[in-house]
């Protein structure tokens, strides 16, 4: 099959990670594959490294870029769709919201141009623009935008049933249009385990004792993804249980808040900072760690959490969109978003208990590892998009 695969920007992020192991698999496999994405712009650091030297094509759009704006955006729609007709694929399949909305209705414009409904149009659903945590308005014009891109779409994939249940709930798109798929993991890098001399030695970078009990944090240091209540947590935690600390991994434009908001609690010497790591050095964090803490508002399915029960550490996420999927009282611990008092409940419960943590830990790891599956993810892609084209 002829592939063009369309993203916004490969920064480090899980749609990111999820879009480049789908292209390189389906190249492997055989397929012509193009991905198409803007410039890798913002302080979250780029994939564009791992998406060089494989046996697909990567086209830049120079002005497709993530905040609206018209201009631009015309621009780039212009642009995809010149793309689209000189390589004529069979199957345009979009990621994330700008490239989604641009790429399924370039790709539907092009519909029967080369084959009597060709291109397919997929689009994979990783998170959603419309939340509860900004305004009516604004979530009542993101979802007109995709209802309309819906009615452009052969066939959605999902990251988690709930994001398809919160899709269809808004009356976008049909039931029988979709498919879950969870976002795959490249399962080696974390289930070797790394050598203790190479964790000892991580630790002692960020200045954290042999004995500590750390809880680590991998998520941008952004809006909604809830730092401010670990740091709320942290607070309380830190008189109970000395040898606790906790480790935030990641940049963003809230780290000097963060930072000074750390440094005036006191808590400077309990919360360290590593600043941006590169994807090779996630596994080792985790494993130099001993609790996962993931409190984002608004995630389709954080990657952080099947990638830390991978590492055999057992996981405690808010309960939102498609947490639930992987975490449960077998695998780690659901907390009711922004209650930082059962936050704070579950966490010293896991740092007093270190045989909780190893038999949460080896059974999130059972759990995960054939549900993540790099193959099991394109098998379910590539079954959608024959299936596609034989209707086509």
Same mark, same amino acid.
């Given at each position: 099959?002829?592939?063009?695969?369309?993203?916004?920007?490969?920064?480090? =992020?899980?749609?990111?990670?999820?879009?480049?192991?789908?292209?390189?698999?389906?190249?492997?496999?055989?397929?012509?594959?193009?991905?198409? @994405?803007?410039?890798?712009?913002?302080?979250?650091?780029? !994939?564009?490294?791992?998406?060089?030297?494989?046996?697909?094509?990567?086209?830049?759009?120079?002005?497709?870029?993530?905040?609206?704006?018209?201009?631009?955006?015309?621009?780039?729609?212009?642009?995809?769709?010149?793309?689209?007709?000189?390589?004529?694929?069979?199957?345009?399949?979009?990621? %994330?919201?700008?490239?989604?909305?641009?790429?399924?209705?370039?790709?539907?414009?092009?519909? *029967?141009?080369?084959? #009597?409904? !060709?291109?397919?149009?997929?689009? @994979?659903?990783?998170?959603?623009?419309?939340?509860?945590?900004?305004?009516?308005?604004?979530?009542?014009?993101?979802?007109?935008?995709?209802?309309?891109?819906?009615?452009?779409?052969?066939?959605?994939?999902?990251?988690?049933?709930?994001?398809?249940?919160?899709?269809?709930?808004?009356?976008?798109?049909?039931?029988?249009?979709?498919? @879950?798929?969870? %976002?795959?993991?490249?399962?080696?890098?974390?289930?070797?385990?790394?050598?203790?001399?190479?964790?000892?030695?991580?630790?002692?970078?960020?200045?954290? =004792?042999?004995?500590?009990?750390?809880?680590?944090?991998?998520?941008?240091?952004?809006?909604?993804?809830?730092?401010?209540?670990?740091?709320? %947590?942290?607070?309380?935690?830190?008189?109970?249980?000395?040898?606790?600390?906790?480790?935030?991994?990641?940049?963003?434009?809230?780290?000097?808040?963060?930072?000074?908001?750390?440094?005036? !609690? *006191?808590?400077?010497?309990?919360?360290?900072? @590593?600043?941006?790591?590169?994807?090779?050095?996630?596994?080792?964090?985790?494993?130099?760690?001993?609790?996962?803490?993931?409190?984002?508002?608004?995630?389709?399915?954080?990657?952080?959490?099947?990638?830390?029960?991978?590492?055999?550490?057992?996981?405690?996420?808010?309960?939102? /969109?498609?947490?639930? #999927?992987?975490?449960?009282?077998?695998?780690?611990?659901?907390?009711?978003?922004?209650?930082?008092?059962?936050?704070?409940?579950?966490?010293?419960? !896991?740092?007093?208990?270190? /045989?909780?943590? /190893?038999?949460?830990?080896?059974?999130?790891?059972?759990?995960?590892?054939?549900?993540?599956?790099? #193959?099991?993810?394109?098998?379910?892609?590539?079954?959608?998009?024959?299936?596609?084209?034989?209707? %086509?």
């Amino acid at each position: 099959m002829k592939i063009v695969h369309i993203i916004t920007r490969l920064i480090l =992020g899980g749609a990111q990670e999820n879009t480049l192991i789908t292209c390189k698999l389906l190249a492997q496999r055989g397929h012509d594959v193009t991905l198409i @994405t803007g410039p890798a712009i913002g302080p979250e650091g780029e !994939l564009f490294n791992q998406a060089k030297n494989q046996n697909y094509k990567v086209i830049t759009v120079d002005k497709l870029i993530r905040p609206i704006c018209p201009f631009y955006d015309i621009i780039s729609y212009h642009k995809i769709k010149k793309l689209l007709k000189q390589l004529k694929p069979d199957i345009v399949h979009t990621h %994330s919201a700008k490239a989604g909305i641009l790429g399924r209705f370039a790709g539907y414009s092009l519909k *029967g141009k080369w084959g #009597e409904n !060709l291109p397919a149009v997929v689009h @994979t659903i990783h998170g959603l623009a419309f939340h509860p945590y900004q305004s009516r308005a604004l979530n009542k014009f993101y979802i007109a935008v995709e209802k309309s891109a819906a009615k452009r779409t052969d066939f959605f994939i999902s990251v988690a049933d709930a994001m398809t249940a919160q899709v269809t709930g808004a009356g976008i798109g049909r039931p029988e249009q979709f498919v @879950t798929a969870y %976002s795959a993991i490249e399962e080696d890098d974390f289930l070797e385990s790394i050598p203790q001399e190479r964790r000892k030695a991580f630790r002692r970078k960020y200045e954290i =004792g042999e004995d500590a009990i750390v809880l680590v944090t991998i998520a941008r240091l952004f809006m909604l993804k809830g730092h401010k209540y670990i740091i709320e %947590s942290a607070k309380e935690l830190s008189k109970r249980f000395e040898n606790a600390v906790w480790l935030f991994v990641g940049d963003g434009n809230l780290a000097d808040h963060f930072k000074e908001q750390v440094r005036q !609690l *006191g808590l400077a010497e309990k919360i360290k900072f @590593t600043g941006l790591l590169p994807p090779g050095q996630i596994p080792l964090a985790i494993q130099s760690s001993d609790i996962l803490v993931h409190c984002s508002l608004r995630e389709g399915l954080a990657r952080t959490l099947p990638q830390a029960m991978l590492c055999s550490k057992p996981a405690i996420s808010f309960d939102i /969109d498609g947490a639930k #999927e992987v975490v449960n009282e077998s695998t780690g611990r659901l907390v009711e978003p922004e209650n930082v008092e059962q936050l704070t409940k579950a966490c010293a419960e !896991l740092i007093e208990d270190k /045989d909780l943590r /190893d038999e949460l830990g080896e059974q999130g790891r059972d759990f995960v590892k054939e549900k993540f599956a790099p #193959e099991k993810m394109v098998d379910t892609i590539e079954a959608v998009y024959r299936k596609l084209l034989m209707s %086509s």
